[in-house]
Each structure stands twice: as structure tokens, then as C-alpha cells.
């Protein structure tokens, strides 16, 4: 089934008296438990279709379907609770709350979704103990390390149980093998049955997804499957 | 509802973290609010003691006493040639008016000089001696402290006797001791024979007789001023309020025929009550309140002001915040309540604030005479005006921090 249909889409910024298509016309489809990583340089236009895919920006042309709702017809508020229910966000500056704690940050998102109180609590402590930061929850991001922030992004990203991942350069700040325990961090949230999208511009993250996308001048380059998709343990493969 | 109240409850809290997390900052934005609503509240209040004492002071006079007087006191009406072309008021025409007239309980003459009192080494300047009879005790409320009115014999003597208010009393005899002591008022000697409990209040002025001596009238006119020059009062005290109305009916009808005055002839004379000078007084307190009320809200606004400043920096400073908080799923309203919210919290506790300066400030005032107490109706006003200025000031930024464009604001640097 698919999550994501988009449809002949197009970005176009006005820069002064000029147009420039930032996507110029992308269409795909990706499914349920997919593993994707969308590739190219800078300029390439892809940071604007993760903007569009997050619903963060709507597109200027072209269709954009959300797990059946027609996503680029939605208004602030509609774009915010997709947001909010279907999407976890992942950043390459991990985007925390400087001044609140893991638990605050983790729980942020639970907060606008209106769940309170103890459940909220212990959805987020849940989430921070699968990322592996139990023992971290009272500490502030400038109390943690590169790494460790990362992974209170990720239990902020996972916490609300989302339809999708979506990371932009998530090991872009840190260090390789940082990077690398990050990276086997996606790989077991995939394995658990997630949908994760993965923007990098580095092809040794990239092969840590199932499908490659390639993006040159707004336009998809290349979409290939590298690798079989894993079908978690007990769940039936269509 | 239940879903807005958790709306408005997380917003609250959201704001309560952010304020804590700049404390410096939020202290300073606050003063504003404390200045202007510490003002706010002490100027409120103190018009509410003025007027307060104003209407204290006039109901001191009696609301049952008229004054038939050469001059309308507060009435504006009667072109003041006309009232100086009038006839003086003389000790006959009080004669006659006290023969006739059945309506009064009290009737006394008056007749006013300022005179420097002296006792040994110690001096008032510019005092105000009333010059009366002995019904003139019986036309006011006044009571005493020591001692007793002139009487009838003294009255009708002429007898060198003065009765003293209580500022004359604690300036001439700071340790006590008045009674029966040798006054002089003017040069000539007088002596003590009553000392009258503090009476009214510093906003009546001259009209209050803490800062007046009593003397038997006929010395007036023997040491101070002439009698054919001077026109005299004549004090007139009603039998209840209810009859304030007949009474005056009648003394017009007296003092007519007293003054011979024909029918087409108009009043050579003047019923003063204390309506009149009601009247002045609320005028005065009025304008009193709007000047009063224009500065202190002009603090206010100066304090509303910086607030926005601050919001505006704020949002400014907090734009990735906003993202994150946008990308992650607050909508317009979370973000627009939220900021709201911090301001109207920011105010409330400046306002708190405030008013606790206020009160201290009343009760340091209050320590010299001034009649200032900080009551509910403050406590209502100063939340009320704080809130009211944190939503309004927090509303400009609070609205361009809703509209900010997710991808933008996680962009920013």
C-alpha cells in the first residue's frame, strides 16, 4: 500500500524577475516499511522535496497524496496536524529545545497531539529508553552529547508513532562512527516495521536503505531497489 | 472545551518555561509593567482618598447649614460687579433675621480677619479669626478637646476670649497646656477658653477649623476690621435636612423685607449651601482624576510598549524555535496562544508586582496624613488593566510568530 503518491510535482520560487523550479516535475510512490534514500547534490532540489514530502511546503503544481488525503489542497492547520500524527522528524542539526529537557523535547509533540499527563510521560520515557537514553532523560541538549541529541530527535520522531521518517542529513554533525551508531539505530527502527525516508548526499549512508533515489536539477536522475526490503519477523509480505 | 482548557493549560506551561529560561530579561521587561501599574493603583487611590476627604470635609460643615452671605460662594451665575455693588450684610440685618425667623435651630453672625496668633515665643501667621456669637457653637458639629464655646455673657461683653482649633493648639502649645493661657491674635491679648478636637481635614483649607480661632464678634470689629466696612455672614442652622428647603424659602422671604426690597427687585443677597460647594469639588476632583489618570496610563502605555519590544525581539530570537515547534505539529493558534500567553503572564506577574509596590507606597504615604488605603477594588483594577495589557501588547508579535513559515524558521540562523 502505498504512504506516498506524489504526482507530476513542481517547486517554483520567484527570484526576482526570474522562475526557478526547484523540483520540476517529480512523481513517486512509496510504500508501507520502505526504506528510501533521496540523493543528490546541492541544488538538486533535494531539501525542497523533503520540505514537500514533510509537509512543511506545499508544492506549486502537481498532486500530493498522503496515505489517501490529498495533502497539497490542505490548509496551515490541516499541513500541521499531518505533521504532528504522521510524521517524525529527524534533522541534521537535531533542532531541540535548547532549554528544555530530553523528556520536554520527546514529549513536545505528544503535547500538541493533546495526550496528557502520565500517558504522555511514559510514551516519552518509552521512546527515550529505545533509543537507549533512560538513564539521560533530565539532561538539556547542551548536556549531551552530539550523538546522544540525536538520538532524543529520533525518540521525539518515534514517540508519536508515525507513518513515516523522515530524515534530512541525520548523521550530517557528527562524527563517523557517531554517524554509524545512528545509522544502525534507523536500521533497527526499520526493522520494526517503520517507513523511513533518508535525505543524505553521502553514498555510505545511502546503502544503509533498501531504494535509492537520485535527484539532478529538480528532476529524479535514478530510482533503484539495492536491496530486498526486510519483512519484519510475524508479518505477512504481500 | 475539554481540549481547549488543555490547549490553554499547556500554552501556560510552555509559557512558564520560556519566562523562567530568561529571567534577566523578563525582570527588566516587567518593570515597565510594575511602574505603570504601581501608578496606576496609588494615583487611583489617592483620588479616591481627596475625594474621600473632600467629602468628608464638606459634610463637616453640616449639610443643614445654609449661609446668607453679600457673595455666592460657588455660584458663578451672578456677574461678580453686581455681588460688590450689594449692600453690606450689617449686625442689624442678622438682628432683624434673628427676630423673624422660626425655621433655624441656630442663628449666628460671622465675621472673618487673618491675623498673626502668638503665645510667648512661638507664632502662627495668616490666621483665620472668626469673629461669631455664642449660638455659633450650636450651628456647627464642633466638639472639644479641653474647655468650652464663649457664652452668652462673654458673647454680649465682648469679653477678650478665643477659642482655638487643634493645629493652632499644637503649634502654640506643643506640650499642652492651652487652657486659660494669654493668647495674642493681632497684637491684643485673649484668653483661652476652649480647645477644639481636631475637626476636619487638609483639603478644606481655610474652611477648616483646626486652623481657625473663635473670638466674640464685637472684638472683630473693635481691633480688626471696620464695621461699616464689612459685610458679615449669617450662619443658619436648619431643623434637620428635611426642612433645609423651607428654611431656605423663608430666609429669602426675611431677608427681603429686611433689605427692603421691592418685588421686581432681585435678591441683593445669597443663600450659600453646602451643595455649592459639592458641586466645585467633584468639578475639581474630576479634573484631578482625568490629568491624573492620563499620566499614570501614559506609564502604562510606555510599559506596554517595552513589552511588545521584548516580544518582538523574542520571536525574533526564538524563530528556530518556532520551527521546530511548528515541524513537529503546533498549529497557528498553539503558537499565537502560547506567545500571547507569555506576555499576559509577564504583565500578571508585573502587575502582582506592582500592585505590592502600591500598597507599600500607600502605607508610606499614608504616614503623612494622606488619606490613601489600596482596596479590592484596586486589587481588580491592577490584574484587570496588566492582563488587559499583556494580551494587547502580546498580541502584534504573538500574530508574526504564528505566521512564520516552518521552512523558513528552521532555516534561520
Known amino acids: 500500500m502505498n504512504i506516498i503518491k506524489i504526482e507530476h510535482i513542481a517547486k517554483i520560487y520567484q527570484v526576482g524577475s526570474e522562475e526557478v523550479h526547484a523540483l520540476a516535475d517529480v512523481s513517486l510512490k512509496i510504500d508501507k516499511n520502505e526504506y528510501v534514500a533521496i540523493m543528490g547534490p546541492s541544488g538538486s532540489g533535494k531539501s525542497t522535496l523533503m520540505n514537500i514530502l514533510g509537509c512543511l511546503d506545499t508544492p506549486s503544481k502537481g498532486l500530493y497524496d498522503f496515505s489517501g488525503e490529498n495533502v497539497s489542497q490542505m490548509d496551515d492547520n490541516e499541513l500541521a496536524s499531518i505533521r504532528n500524527r504522521q510524521i517524525g522528524f529527524v534533522f541534521q542539526t537535531f533542532n531541540l529545545l535548547a532549554r528544555s529537557d530530553a523528556l520536554h523535547n520527546v514529549e513536545l509533540p505528544l503535547i500538541y497531539a493533546g495526550v496528557s499527563g502520565a500517558e504522555r510521560r511514559e510514551r516519552a520515557e518509552f521512546a527515550l529508553e529505545k533509543v537507549g537514553l533512560a538513564d539521560r532523560m533530565s539532561h538539556k541538549p547542551n548536556e549531551l552529547s552530539g550523538g546522544q541529541r540525536q538520538r532524543v530527535a529520533v525518540a521525539r520522531a518515534l514517540v508519536t508513532n508515525p507513518s513515516i521518517i523522515l530524515a534530512d542529513e541525520p548523521t550530517g554533525n557528527l562524527d563517523t562512527k557517531t554517524g554509524a551508531d545512528i545509522m544502525q539505530l534507523f536500521n533497527e527502527i526499520y526493522e520494526l516495521g517503520n517507513t523511513i525516508i533518508l535525505v543524505t548526499h553521502e553514498e555510505y549512508i545511502a546503502e544503509h536503505a533498501a531504494r535509492i533515489i537520485r535527484l539532478r536539477d529538480g528532476l529524479i536522475e535514478h530510482d533503484e531497489i539495492v536491496k530486498a526490503r526486510y519483512i519484519p519477523k510475524g508479518s505477512i509480505a504481500k | ?413
Open chain 2, 1 to 413: 472545551m475539554k481540549n481547549i482548557l488543555f490547549e490553554i493549560k499547556e500554552g501556560l506551561l510552555i509559557s512558564l518555561k520560556a519566562i523562567r529560561a530568561n529571567k534577566a530579561r523578563s525582570v527588566l521587561t516587567t518593570l515597565g509593567i510594575i511602574i505603570g501599574v504601581a501608578s496606576v493603583v496609588l494615583m487611583s487611590t489617592a483620588i479616591k482618598g481627596i475625594d474621600q476627604s473632600f467629602q468628608e470635609g464638606v459634610a463637616s460643615l453640616g449639610s443643614d447649614n445654609l449661609y446668607i452671605d453679600k457673595w455666592a460662594w460657588f455660584d458663578n451665575d451672578i456677574p461678580w460687579w453686581e455681588m460688590r455693588n450689594r449692600k453690606h450684610i450689617d449686625m442689624e440685618d442678622f438682628r432683624k433675621y434673628n427676630n423673624l425667623a422660626k425655621q433655624p435651630i441656630a442663628i449666628a453672625p460671622s465675621a472673618g480677619s487673618r491675623r498673626t496668633v502668638k503665645f510667648e515665643e512661638r507664632s502662627v501667621e495668616s490666621i483665620s479669626i472668626t469673629g461669631t456669637d455664642n449660638n455659633y457653637i450650636n450651628t456647627t458639629t464642633l466638639t472639644f478637646e479641653d474647655g468650652r464655646f464663649f457664652n452668652e455673657l462673654e458673647s454680649k461683653g465682648g469679653r477678650s476670649v478665643a477659642v482655638i482649633g487643634s493645629e493652632i493648639s499644637k503649634k502654640l502649645f506643643p506640650h499642652g497646656g492651652a487652657m486659660d493661657q494669654s493668647i495674642k491674635i493681632g497684637g491684643k491679648k485673649f484668653k483661652v477658653v476652649g480647645v477644639l478636637e481636631e475637626q476636619g481635614s487638609w483639603v478644606m483649607g481655610n474652611w477648616n477649623p483646626d486652623n481657625q480661632v473663635y473670638v466674640p464678634i464685637q472684638n472683630i470689629f473693635k481691633y480688626f476690621v471696620s464695621r461699616h466696612s464689612n459685610s458679615i455672614t449669617i450662619n443658619v442652622r436648619a431643623n434637620g435636612s428635611q426642612n433645609v428647603d423651607a428654611t431656605k424659602e423663608e430666609a429669602i422671604g426675611i431677608m427681603r423685607r429686611v433689605r427692603g426690597l421691592k418685588y421686581d427687585e432681585k435678591n441683593d443677597f445669597s443663600i450659600n449651601q453646602q451643595e455649592g460647594l459639592l458641586s466645585n469639588i467633584n468639578q475639581t476632583v474630576g479634573v484631578i482624576q482625568i490629568a491624573g489618570l492620563l499620566i499614570t496610563g501614559l506609564a502604562l502605555f510606555v510599559g506596554a510598549i517595552g513589552i511588545m519590544n521584548i516580544m518582538f525581539v523574542s520571536v525574533k530570537e526564538r524563530t528556530r524555535e518556532i520551527g521546530i515547534r511548528k515541524a513537529i505539529g503546533a498549529t497557528k493558534r498553539t503558537i499565537l496562544g502560547q506567545f500571547i500567553s507569555e506576555s499576559a503572564i509577564i504583565c500578571l506577574i508585573g502587575g502582582l508586582i506592582g500592585l505590592a509596590v502600591a500598597i507599600v507606597g500607600s502605607m508610606v504615604i499614608a504616614q503623612f496624613d494622606f488619606p490613601v488605603t489600596v482596596d479590592s477594588d484596586a486589587v481588580i483594577l491592577a490584574i484587570t488593566i496588566s492582563l488587559i495589557t499583556g494580551v494587547l501588547s502580546g498580541l502584534a508579535p504573538a500574530y508574526t510568530a504564528a505566521k512564520l513559515d516552518p521552512v523558513d524558521a528552521l532555516r534561520y540562523e
